[in-house]
C-alpha cells in the first residue's frame, strides 16, 4: 500500500508546522503549503525527512481560488488526498469593537472563509470520487467565549468558519468524508511571543489557568498564518 497524503495549508509555521509533523509522524505523505516564506516549508519537510517521513512543501495563496485549486491538484498525490487540514488563517490585529473599522471587520471574516472555501468545493469533488476522506479546519477557541479583549474580528470569524463546517459536515457525511473543528486555546508559537506581554496577560487572564500560567495566543499572533 502506498502512503496516504495530507495536505496542511499554513502548514509551515506554528500550529500548521506541527500538525505537518504529527501527520508525518503517523504514516502520511504530506504537502506543506506555505504563502511567502519558502524556507520555513522547506525546514519542516527537512525535519520531516530527517525522522523518517515523507513531505513536500507547496507555495500557493489559499485566499486566491485559482492558487487553491491548483494547491490541491499539485498535492494530490496520484491524484488522491486523504486528509485536508485548512490550517492557514486570515491576518488581523486585536482592536477592541470601538476602533474596529468596518473594513477590517469585514475582510478578517470574508478572508477566513475564502482561505477555506475554494479548497472545500474541490476537496469535496476529489474525496467524493474516492469515497472517503477527511477534512479538519482549525478554528479558535475565542469563537465560543469567554470574549478576549481586541478579538471581536477574530471571534466572529472563526464561528463564522465553525458554522460553515457544520454545514459542510452535514453534505459530505454521504459522501465517506468526516469533517471535524479543532479549536485550540492560546497557544504560543514562534509569532505569537512577538505580541506585547501585557496583551499576552490579558488574554492569560480569560484562560482557566489564569496569568499565572501565561501563554502567547494563536489568533493575535499569527497575523498571516498562510506562511
Not at 29 to 35: D, E, H, L, S
Request: glycine residues 12%; contains cysteine; charged residues 20%.
Amino acid at each position: 500500500m502506498t502512503k496516504p497524503t495530507a495536505l496542511v495549508t499554513g502548514g509551515s509555521r506554528g500550529i500548521g508546522a506541527a500538525t505537518s509533523r504529527e501527520l508525518a509522524a503517523r504514516g502520511y505523505r504530506v504537502a506543506v503549503n506555505y504563502f511567502s516564506r519558502r524556507e520555513s516549508a522547506d525546514q519542516v519537510v527537512k525535519l520531516i525527512e530527517a525522522d523518517g517521513g515523507e513531505a513536500f512543501a507547496v507555495q500557493a495563496d489559499v485566499y486566491d481560488p485559482t492558487q487553491a485549486a491548483e494547491l490541491l491538484e499539485r498535492s494530490a498525490v496520484d491524484g488522491r488526498l486523504d486528509v485536508l487540514v485548512c490550517n492557514a488563517g486570515a491576518r488581523f490585529i486585536p482592536t477592541p469593537v470601538q476602533a474596529l473599522a468596518w473594513d477590517d471587520f469585514r475582510t478578517k471574516v470574508t478572508d477566513e472563509l475564502a482561505s477555506v472555501y475554494t479548497l472545500t468545493q474541490q476537496t469535496l469533488e476529489l474525496m467524493g470520487a474516492q469515497g472517503r476522506g477527511r477534512i479538519v479546519y482549525v478554528s479558535s477557541a475565542v469563537a465560543d467565549g469567554p470574549p478576549a479583549p481586541g478579538m471581536a474580528a477574530h471571534g466572529t470569524a472563526k464561528a463564522a468558519l465553525n458554522t460553515f463546517a457544520r454545514f459542510v459536515a452535514h453534505e459530505a457525511g454521504p459522501l465517506g468524508i468526516t469533517v471535524n473543528v479543532v479549536a485550540p486555546g492560546y497557544v504560543r508559537t514562534e509569532s505569537s511571543a512577538r505580541i506585547p506581554q501585557e496583551f499576552q496577560q490579558r488574554l492569560a487572564a480569560n484562560t482557566p489557568p489564569g496569568a499565572g500560567r501565561g501563554t502567547g495566543g494563536r489568533g493575535p499572533g499569527d497575523r498571516d498564518a498562510r506562511r
